[in-house]
């Protein structure tokens, strides 16, 4: 079975500092990868996804992440923090069975933005 | 462009009494699925279905029930709600094996 953990319940960043929101899975196999983010009256959105191939992702927003097999972490990065990103965050990941895929959630990070 | 659609958004519960939450999505996507969200836990799946009839348990599946109808609608049933249950819950589908997950807006239930 696949786990995820986000230790980092709640994080604050200046406007224009660089994130990085951490994230470690726990799954046998190749595993699906992905990042959320939950705006307050917007729902969940896909920032982006880790299937195979090149280890550094591109998504939406300007973030970034990074699969890194021999830590089994996929962080989540971003240059420069607008105001805008405050959100909750949440990694999960992927198991592909025969018929449909388990994606289970991470708890989720808090993000807040100091202006 | 409805995409995932939940009813009702808001209920309120007595312990004991059942409910059932509706979604349906119009997307003619294969794979949706039920999670519910609580302070602090993220989001837990419930349940999750590949196809019509087909259903498979989740992290937390005790206290539920689900029905795939047909391609588009995807049940979630509490028998006996419990104050437990109280939590917003969210419908997904997805179009890929494993794919994105596109959310409703999400249902809060509040079991007294």
């Known amino acids: 079975a696949q786990s995820v953990t986000q230790p980092d319940i709640h994080i604050t960043v200046s406007e224009g500092a660089s994130l990085e929101l951490r994230c470690n899975y726990s799954?046998?196999?190749?595993?699906?990868l992905f990042w959320y983010v939950q705006s307050p009256g917007q729902g969940l959105q896909l920032l982006l996804k880790?299937?195979?191939?090149?280890?550094l992702v591109q998504g939406i927003k300007g973030f970034e992440a990074e699969f890194k097999r021999s830590q089994s972490s996929f962080n989540l990065r971003k240059p420069s923090v607008h105001w805008s990103d405050a959100a909750e965050y949440f990694c999960?990941?992927?198991?592909?069975?025969?018929?449909?895929?388990?994606?289970?959630f991470g708890s989720g990070t808090r993000l807040s933005i100091r202006p | 462009n409805a995409g995932v659609t939940q009813t009702p958004k808001f209920q309120v519960l007595k312990t004991g009494q059942s409910m059932t939450l509706q979604c349906a999505q119009d997307?003619?996507?294969?794979?949706m699925y039920w999670y519910r969200q609580d302070p602090g836990m993220g989001l837990r799946l419930i349940y999750y279905?590949?196809?019509?009839?087909?259903?498979d348990k989740g992290e937390v599946p005790n206290g539920y029930n689900v029905s795939r109808l047909n391609k588009r609608e995807f049940s979630l049933r509490l028998e006996s709600a419990a104050p437990s249950q109280t939590s917003v819950y969210f419908c997904?589908?997805?179009?890929?094996?494993?794919?994105?997950?596109?959310f409703g807006e999400g249902s809060r239930l509040t079991v007294l």
């Open positions: 880790y299937f195979s191939g090149d280890t």
């Open positions: 799954y046998g196999a190749t595993p699906y």
């Open positions: 997904a589908s997805s179009e890929n094996n494993p794919g994105e997950l596109f």
């Open positions: 999960a990941v992927g198991a592909k069975y025969s018929s449909a895929s388990k994606i289970i």
């Open positions: 997307m003619n996507h294969n794979s």
């Open positions: 279905s590949a196809s019509e009839g087909t259903t």
